[in-house]
């Protein structure tokens, strides 16, 4: 996924599209970052959500910053649905159900969220390297 000096995208294995950005410096909590850093982070998060709400049509977006496992500034940005696994408890809640959902490539969604930042991002700092997993 997308990098630069600033962030970098993860994605995450999930049944629901999932991705996670994370800050190139070690840093524990938000409040710790430069303006630079959050600007980054939030035009991500700005970012894929729209992309997510365009490209599948969710019920929801869920959007959360944990860091008591991996003590690194972080967010989580899924795109959830009625019908997925777990839905209406977090990902890493209570399974509700099977879920069997068909969705469009997210390899695809992938590449329009690295296409966006990249225009978005570079008006700020040029990536320094785009990494596809």
């Known amino acids: 996924m997308f990098e630069n000096d600033l962030i970098r995208i993860e ?16 840093r524990r909590e938000f409040s710790e970052c430069t ?3 959050k600007s ?4 991500a998060l700005d970012v894929i959500e729209k992309e997510m709400l365009a490209y599948y049509q ?4 869920n959007i959360a910053s944990f ?3 991996v003590p690194l500034v972080h967010w989580h940005i899924m795109a959830r649905f009625k019908e997925d696994s777990f839905f209406p408890e977090p990902m890493w809640g209570k399974k509700q159900r099977e879920g069997h959902l068909l ?11 690295d296409m966006k930042l990249e225009k978005t991002l570079n008006a700020v700092l040029k990536p320094t390297a785009i990494v596809n997993t």
């Open 11 to 26: 994605i995450e294995e999930s049944e629901v599209p999932w991705l996670k950005i994370f800050t190139q410096v070690e």
């Open 35 to 37: 303006a630079a850093e």
């Open 40 to 43: 980054a982070i939030l035009e």
């Open 58 to 61: 969710p019920f929801k977006i």
């Open 67 to 69: 860091g008591n496992y």
């Open 103 to 113: 969705l469009p490539s997210f390899d695809t969604f992938c590449e329009k969220v």
